[in-house]
């Protein structure tokens, strides 16, 4: 796990609510995901819109049914037919994208991570949302979990925005703009404040 120690103390420093929120959590616990690009994205097409056990299931599936030991592979994936894909319970939608990011790792469109680490945030995601399936909010999230990118702001999250809400006593939801806003004290550890954010929406109840 990274000593992400630095930037909680700049975000302690610069904003007094965040501050309280923190002293309550303790420690960031943020920790990267292992794996491929293409496992990574295909977890994050898998999710989309499910809970995470039922996308977890249909993760589960495919494995079991590609056969796949170990690293789920592009080529395994563009060797089966859709219905294979089907079968494991994605839906046809959810089964061109993951069709359409294999043939973007397997051709070099979507580099490695190795490659993507040496890139700057907007030209990942750029390069990610290129590819049908893949939005903003996945390109964000892969950034954050999959290269520690620790200036991330997901301003489409829900739980960010939920989190904010709460922590800083708003009735509604903010606007991206007033996230935008406070976020400047945050600099360049956005991501952090973000984690911070989540946790607050899971220690009290969505109103």
């Known amino acids: 796990m990274s000593d992400y120690r630095e930037g909680i103390a700049h975000i302690v420093k610069s904003d007094r609510t965040l501050a309280d929120v923190i002293a309550r959590i303790g420690p960031c616990r943020l920790a990267l995901r292992t794996g491929t690009v293409f496992e990574s994205l295909v977890r994050a097409i898998a999710h989309q819109q499910l809970t995470g056990k039922a996308a977890n299931t249909i993760l589960r599936r495919l494995d079991e049914t590609l056969g796949a030991s170990g690293a789920l592979a592009p080529e395994a994936v563009l060797q089966a037919d859709i219905d294979v894909l089907r079968r494991a319970g994605f839906s046809l939608a959810k089964a061109s994208y993951i069709r359409e990011v294999a043939r973007a790792v397997a051709s070099g469109a979507i580099p490695p991570k190795a490659v993507m680490q040496q890139m700057p945030d907007e030209e990942i995601i750029a390069t990610l949302t290129a590819v049908k399936g893949i939005g903003r909010w996945s390109a964000e999230m892969f950034l954050i979990f999959d290269l520690g990118r620790l200036n991330v702001l997901p301003l489409g999250d829900y739980g960010?925005?939920?989190?904010?809400?709460?922590?800083?006593?708003?009735?509604?939801?903010?606007?991206?703009?007033?996230?935008?806003?406070?976020?400047?004290?945050w600099h360049p550890y956005r991501t952090l404040a973000c984690w911070y954010l989540w946790r607050v929406v899971d220690m009290k109840p969505v109103g």
């Open 160 to 185: 960010v925005r939920k989190g904010f809400a709460i922590a800083y006593g708003m009735k509604t939801l903010p606007r991206p703009r007033t996230i935008v806003r406070m976020a400047k004290l």
